[in-house]
C-alpha cells in the first residue's frame, strides 16, 4: 500500500484515517479497541478524534486503546478543539484560555505527551481574529504539545486568510483542511480542493459515506433507529435525488463485485488532492468493508460512470448545511 504525504508535515499515512466519532456512543469501549488494534494491523496509521465526540469518552477510548496495545508511536493522533460546548458564547472556544486548556484535557485523555494534529473544528468569522487563534496553536507548537495544525469545514477565502496571516506572523500554519465530501456533495472541488492543491494542504473528508445515504441506509425511508430521526441536519440531506444516486452507484457496485461502499469510499479516496477520507466505522464489519478499498484504484471508466451521476463541483445534497458561510442551493 503506497501512503501519501500529509499536507507538508513530513508525514505520511495511509489513504484512509479512522474516525472515532461513534467510539462511545454507540460503539462500546472493548469493540472500539478491538476496531483500533484491527485498522493498525489492517494497514491504517492515523487516528481521527474530537473533544466533544461521546462528551469527551471518545479521545479517553482512544487513549487507553492505545496504551493497551502500545503503537501510540506507529500512528499519527488528531483531535479537535473549537465546537461549542456547553452555555456561552460560542466564540470563546476559539479563543486563547480555551484552546490551551482544551489542550491539556486531550493530552490527558489521549494518554499522551503530545498530538501529532491539532484541528480546529470550525470556523468563527466575526468575534475572534484568526490573529489569536493561530497565535494560541502556535504556541502549543512551540511549547511541543502539538505537532503540527489543521482546519476543518472551513471555506476557501478563510482557510487562505489563516495562511497568509502564519506567513506574515511567522505563526505554525494549517497543514491540512478537514471538509465535508462525498459523490452527493462535490462543492469543494471548485475552490477549496484547488488551493489545497497550490499550497500543500492536505485534505481529510468527513462523511465520504454520504452519512449513510451511499450505504443504502434510506433507499427504502428513514428507519427507526437512524441518526437522522434525532438529529433535523441529517434528515435534511436525505434528498430524492441523493436517494436516487445512491442506488444507481450500488449497481454500478454490484457490476465491479464491490459493495456499494466500498465504490464510494474509493470514489472519494482517489480524487485529485485527497489524502485520507475518514472512515467512521460503527461495526467492525464496517471497518473490514473499508479495509478492502486500501490497496484498490479507482479506474477511469468507472470515475466517468460516477461523474454522469453527479458532475464535478455539484451537489445533491447539502452537506454544508451545518456552515452558515455555504449558501448555494443543491439539485434536490
Same mark, same amino acid.
Given at each position: 500500500?503506497?501512503?501519501?504525504?500529509?499536507?507538508?508535515?513530513?508525514?505520511?499515512?495511509?489513504?484512509?484515517?479512522?474516525?472515532?466519532? !461513534?467510539?462511545?456512543?454507540?460503539?462500546?469501549?472493548?469493540?472500539?479497541?478491538?476496531?483500533?488494534?484491527?485498522?493498525?494491523?489492517?494497514?491504517? !496509521?492515523?487516528?481521527?478524534?474530537?473533544?466533544?465526540?461521546?462528551?469527551?469518552?471518545?479521545?479517553?477510548?482512544?487513549?487507553?486503546?492505545?496504551?493497551?496495545?502500545?503503537?501510540?508511536?506507529?500512528?499519527?493522533?488528531?483531535?479537535?478543539?473549537?465546537?461549542?460546548?456547553?452555555?456561552?458564547?460560542?466564540?470563546?472556544?476559539?479563543?486563547?484560555?480555551?484552546?490551551?486548556?482544551?489542550?491539556?484535557?486531550?493530552?490527558?485523555?489521549?494518554?499522551?505527551?503530545?498530538?501529532?494534529?491539532?484541528?480546529?473544528?470550525?470556523?468563527?468569522?466575526?468575534?475572534?481574529?484568526?490573529?489569536?487563534?493561530?497565535?494560541?496553536?502556535?504556541?502549543?507548537?512551540?511549547?511541543?504539545?502539538?505537532?503540527?495544525?489543521?482546519?476543518?469545514?472551513?471555506?476557501?477565502?478563510?482557510?487562505?486568510?489563516?495562511?497568509?496571516?502564519?506567513?506574515?506572523?511567522?505563526?505554525?500554519?494549517?497543514?491540512?483542511?478537514? /471538509?465535508?465530501?462525498?459523490?452527493?456533495?462535490?462543492?469543494?472541488? !471548485?475552490?477549496?480542493? /484547488?488551493?489545497?492543491?497550490?499550497?500543500?494542504?492536505?485534505?481529510?473528508?468527513?462523511?465520504?459515506?454520504?452519512?449513510?445515504?451511499?450505504?443504502?441506509?434510506?433507499?427504502?425511508?428513514?428507519?427507526?433507529?437512524?441518526?437522522?430521526?434525532?438529529? /433535523?441536519?441529517?434528515?435534511?440531506?436525505?434528498?430524492?435525488?441523493?436517494?436516487?444516486? +445512491?442506488?444507481?452507484?450500488?449497481?454500478?457496485?454490484?457490476?465491479?463485485?464491490?459493495?456499494?461502499?466500498?465504490?464510494?469510499?474509493?470514489?472519494?479516496?482517489?480524487?485529485?488532492?485527497?489524502?485520507?477520507?475518514?472512515?467512521?466505522?460503527?461495526?467492525?464489519?464496517?471497518?473490514?468493508?473499508?479495509?478492502?478499498?486500501?490497496?484498490?484504484?479507482?479506474?477511469?471508466?468507472?470515475?466517468?460512470?460516477?461523474?454522469?451521476?453527479?458532475?464535478?463541483?455539484? +451537489?445533491?445534497?447539502?452537506?454544508?448545511?451545518?456552515?452558515?458561510?455555504?449558501?448555494?442551493?443543491?439539485?434536490?
Amino acid at each position: 500500500m503506497q501512503q501519501r504525504p500529509l499536507g507538508r508535515t513530513g508525514l505520511s499515512v495511509a489513504p484512509l484515517c479512522l474516525g472515532a466519532m !461513534n467510539f462511545g456512543d454507540p460503539t462500546t469501549p472493548d469493540e472500539s479497541a478491538r476496531m483500533i488494534d484491527r485498522a493498525i494491523d489492517g494497514g491504517i !496509521n492515523m487516528i481521527d478524534v474530537a473533544d466533544v465526540y461521546a462528551g469527551g469518552e471518545s479521545e479517553k477510548i482512544v487513549g487507553a486503546a492505545l496504551a493497551a496495545n502500545g503503537k501510540r508511536d506507529d500512528i499519527v493522533l488528531a483531535t479537535k478543539v473549537g465546537m461549542a460546548r456547553g452555555a456561552g458564547d460560542a466564540a470563546q472556544w476559539h479563543r486563547r484560555q480555551h484552546i490551551v486548556a482544551s489542550c491539556e484535557q486531550s493530552l490527558t485523555s489521549l494518554q499522551t505527551d503530545h498530538i501529532d494534529l491539532y484541528q480546529l473544528h470550525r470556523p468563527t468569522f466575526a468575534s475572534v481574529p484568526q490573529e489569536e487563534t493561530l497565535a494560541a496553536f502556535d504556541e502549543l507548537v512551540q511549547a511541543g504539545k502539538v505537532r503540527h495544525i489543521g482546519a476543518s469545514t472551513h471555506p476557501a477565502w478563510f482557510l487562505m486568510e489563516a495562511l497568509s496571516i502564519s506567513e506574515r506572523d511567522g505563526l505554525a500554519r494549517y497543514e491540512t483542511e478537514q /471538509p465535508p465530501y462525498n459523490l452527493l456533495d462535490r462543492r469543494i472541488e !471548485n475552490e477549496l480542493l /484547488p488551493l489545497c492543491r497550490k499550497y500543500g494542504v492536505g485534505v481529510l473528508p468527513w462523511s465520504p459515506l454520504g452519512g449513510g445515504i451511499l450505504a443504502g441506509r434510506y433507499n427504502d425511508g428513514i428507519p427507526e433507529d437512524a441518526r437522522a430521526t434525532r438529529r /433535523p441536519q441529517v434528515k435534511d440531506r436525505i434528498t430524492t435525488r441523493a436517494v436516487e444516486v +445512491a442506488r444507481e452507484l450500488a449497481k454500478l457496485a454490484a457490476d465491479r463485485d464491490m459493495t456499494v461502499t466500498q465504490l464510494a469510499l474509493l470514489w472519494c479516496k482517489d480524487q485529485s488532492g485527497i489524502t485520507a477520507p475518514i472512515i467512521g466505522p460503527r461495526t467492525s464489519e464496517q471497518l473490514d468493508d473499508a479495509i478492502g478499498v486500501l490497496d484498490a484504484t479507482l479506474d477511469d471508466e468507472t470515475r466517468a460512470a460516477c461523474d454522469a451521476l453527479v458532475h464535478p463541483g455539484n +451537489a445533491v445534497a447539502d452537506f454544508h448545511n451545518t456552515s452558515f458561510w455555504m449558501t448555494a442551493t443543491v439539485e434536490t
